[in-house]
């Protein structure tokens, strides 16, 4: 079984900090993502990253910031912590090509457990 | 303006079967819609996927009409188990980029 791993489940937080969100995949998949979600609000993309290195923007990228140095690994930066990115985040991978081409892109994809982030 | 719309909340009793229904406009052609499961406290879980007519697998079935604006994730003979939020993820034509919308989720209260 795939595992997606979040380093964290809670997490608290000061306005103005700058906070790490890192997720760590076992399956060896190219694509990973970020999201958050709020009630009524659904998921929302945050950044997905189809390759080591290589990102793109999502629907809500503003105030975030993403790495990916290995392929297991996917870091979200909250540069400058507000109280309005107080959310649930959660973390994906899949296999195969990107989202944005292809064939049967719209893989299946595996998730963490979440990360609960309240900023005060 | 590309638009995924489901059922915010269903209610049902053990042991019938339950369909909920997502509506996608400019769906893209060439992909797959796939659903998920959501627990509380937890992740989505990924369901089932198609592409058209009918797929089955050991927990759901997904329907999908020829003109694939619409997708129906069937669950045979629920139990309270199966009380989540069920997600349609669907790939729509977004100028020259597609894209994977999320549906707002279908809450389903299954009561004893």
């Known amino acids: 079984d795939v595992k997606v791993t979040q380093s964290s489940r809670y997490l608290v937080k000061r306005t103005g900090e700058k906070v790490f969100l890192e997720c760590v995949q076992d399956m060896d998949h190219e694509n990973m993502f970020w999201y958050r979600q709020d009630p009524g609000l659904g998921l929302r993309l945050i950044y997905f990253s189809y390759d080591v290195k290589m990102k793109e923007k999502g629907d809500i990228p503003e105030g975030y910031s993403v790495s990916r140095e290995k392929k297991e690994r996917f870091s979200l930066i909250l540069e400058s912590a507000s109280t309005n990115q107080t959310s649930m985040y959660l973390c994906a991978s899949s296999l195969s090509a990107p989202p944005r081409t292809g064939k049967n892109s719209n893989q299946p994809q595996h998730f963490g457990d979440g990360t609960r982030l309240s900023i005060l | 303006l590309a638009k995924t719309t489901q059922p915010i909340s269903m209610d049902s009793y053990e042991g019938q079967e339950v369909n909920i229904t997502c509506s996608h406009n400019?769906?893209?052609?060439?992909?797959?819609i796939t659903w998920y499961q959501q627990f509380p406290s937890q992740g989505p879980r990924f369901i089932i996927q198609?592409?058209?007519?009918?797929v089955t697998n050991e927990v759901a079935s997904l329907f999908i009409p020829a003109d694939r604006k619409s997708s129906t994730l069937s669950l045979p003979r629920v139990s309270l188990s199966d009380t989540a939020v069920y997600y349609c993820?669907?790939?729509?034509?977004?100028?020259?980029?597609?894209?994977?919308?999320w549906g707002l989720g279908t809450s389903l209260a299954v009561n004893p």
């Open positions: 993820l669907v790939p729509t034509n977004a100028g020259n980029n597609r894209k994977l919308i």
């Open positions: 400019n769906i893209a052609t060439n992909d797959y």
């Open positions: 198609g592409y058209k007519t009918k």
